[in-house]
């Protein structure tokens, strides 16, 4: 997915002359040209035919934009704009020429009395131009020094600056200095970053409380809109772009879950609906009073596609299923496949009114690994939570360290990803929660999706922690095994006859776990 293409600049004078700045509408020009190169053919045989130069911009009123709010930017000052990749600016000094109605920036680059320069717009952030003279005194028309800096070219232009520091006798870098002021300048970027994520930290909690509190908070406004084909039903449907990082991505997609795959989601999964729970540190799951809702499981059918005895509730799922499938695999590099994926998940929430000290709701909580660290084959990297039933008041769904806050629509869903393609796990990003329900019912069918996990080695050979339960398995045996053998060692060697050794065999086998009080029952 591209990045939209508004960027915020900075222009700063430090001249000591007011300068003015102008878009260069390329569109205007280009239409003013042509009007006047047809308007000279159609008018040159005419007796009072003069030809007008195309390039003369002197009655193009929308070929220079002004984007100076208070008409000129004033010495040593800044002034902030929001514009566009690619966009041309001219900047100049404001003047006064031979027209008696003064400056005029359609004048051509070459009047000596308005000094001029160009910048354009790059695609990276932190853009600053600086606009300077190399004498105060003598402001001259080729003394205007137009500087453009950007991230990356500041980045580089601190990697010359050292490089530049290191060169010793005839030219040879040193690489040791190099290396040791590279790591005082990464580790001045580091703080900064840790300091960024402490405050987002810091935060998140207040606007995670202001956010669920206010009912009428609508939905952040998105970067940008794409439009996904759904091949399942061939319809166009519209993808709100609200964050897209590398390792975190958050869409809004509308109308991705059909009524009837609702219903036959719902119809499954009602009669099994239970205190939904949370993982614990174990790798098992809990019920906890951070998550107040109720879960059901639902199983894609896979195996009775085309069978007898297939259902049309197997087939609607089926279809939601590949949909939830072939979305994440085209705004992702992920390629998952359906097999071995965790079961759709219903969930419900019930609104008890305003009065209810213990509503509804998911604290803030991360569905994958969210501490940036490296992806574990087998875990979840990707999550859709779609809406059935949206509630009258409350069950919006949070971001909050992201600032981002979407109002459920029945039949919408919130996509969110939470791996790069570095194989780096996301930093909490998108860490979210489910709003309070105040008022009504929410149904919502979600699906995490796990990358690593196979027929062979479906989801469930996984436990909560993402570790797989063969490894598991296999430890705790060899960890029984080397207790065995150190225990009985030390009991042959206390006079303990071969009878006892069998016995403590059979009763290890039997525990499996739980090998030194075993033992320890027989001293």
């Known amino acids: 997915m591209k990045r939209k293409s508004d960027r915020p600049i900075s222009i700063r004078n430090k001249t000591n002359k007011m300068i003015l ?9 280009a239409y003013h040209k042509q009007a006047i190169i047809a308007s000279n053919k159609k008018n040159q045989g005419s007796p009072s035919y003069s030809r007008v130069d195309p390039n003369d911009m002197s009655t193009c009123s929308d070929c220079y934009i002004s984007q100076i709010a208070d008409d000129a930017l004033y010495p040593k000052s800044t ?20 027209s008696s109605d003064g400056f005029d920036p359609r004048k051509a680059d070459n009047d000596v009395n308005c000094p001029v320069g160009y910048f354009t717009v790059s695609e990276n952030d932190s853009q600053m131009v600086t606009i300077s003279v190399n004498n105060l005194e003598e402001f001259r028309f080729d003394d205007l020094n137009v500087e453009f800096e950007d991230d990356v ?16 006798d005839n030219d040879n870098l040193n690489p040791s200095c190099v290396q040791e002021k590279m ?5 001045e970027v580091q703080a900064e970053l840790e300091y960024a994520e402490n405050l987002r930290k810091t935060f998140a909690p207040m606007i995670e409380n202001y956010t669920c509190a206010d009912f009428e908070m609508p939905t952040t406004k998105a970067l940008r809109s794409e439009v996904f084909l759904d091949e399942t039903t061939g319809q166009k449907l519209q993808a709100d772009v ?40 174990k790798g098992g799951s809990e019920a906890t009073p951070n998550r107040k809702a109720k879960q059901a499981g639902i199983k894609v059918r896979w195996d009775a596609q085309g069978k007898p005895g297939d259902t049309p509730n197997n087939i609607l799922i089926r279809r939601l299923s590949q949909r939830v499938h072939n979305y994440v695999n085209h705004v992702t590099n992920f390629g998952l496949s359906p097999e071995g994926q965790e079961d759709l ?30 992806f574990v084959d087998g875990n979840r990297v990707a999550t859709i939570v779609m809406y059935c039933d ?13 600032n981002i806050h979407v109002v459920p629509t029945q039949g919408g869903a919130s996509f969110f990803s939470y791996r790069g393609s570095d194989n780096i796990m996301d930093k909490q990003l998108t860490e979210h929660s489910g709003c309070p329900v105040i008022k009504g019912g929410k149904k919502i069918v979600t699906q995490w999706l796990r990358k690593g996990v196979s027929k062979e080695e479906p989801w469930s050979a996984f436990n909560t922690n993402g570790v797989k339960a063969s490894v598991i398995k296999k430890l705790q045996k060899e960890e029984a095994d080397r207790m065995k053998e150190l225990e009985l060692e030390r009991l042959r060697g206390g006079g303990v006859d071969s009878e006892v050794e069998v016995e403590v065999e059979v009763e290890v086998k039997k525990m499996g776990v739980g090998i030194m009080d075993t033992i320890k029952s027989y001293l």
């Open 21 to 29: 700045v102008f878009w260069i509408n390329e569109r205007a020009i």
């Open 79 to 98: 002034q902030h704009l929001n514009s566009f990749v690619g966009h041309r600016f001219q900047v100049r000094q404001k003047c006064y020429g031979d």
């Open 153 to 168: 070219s500041r980045t580089r232009g601190d990697v010359n600056t050292i490089i530049a520091s290191c060169m010793g």
């Open 183 to 187: 790591g005082v300048k990464l580790q």
């Open 242 to 281: 609200l964050v897209d990082r590398e390792r975190s991505k958050i869409h809004f997609v509308h109308s991705f879950i059909t009524a009837d795959e609702c219903a036959a989601v719902i119809a499954e999964g009602t009669k099994d609906l239970h205190q939904a729970t949370v993982a614990d540190s």
């Open 345 to 374: 998940m219903l969930i419900t929430y019930e609104g008890r009114g305003a009065g209810d000290k213990e509503p509804d709701r998911y604290m803030p909580h991360c569905d994958g690994e969210c501490k940036g660290e490296e």
């Open 390 to 402: 949206v509630p009258e008041v409350g069950g919006a769904t949070n971001f909050a360290q992201s």
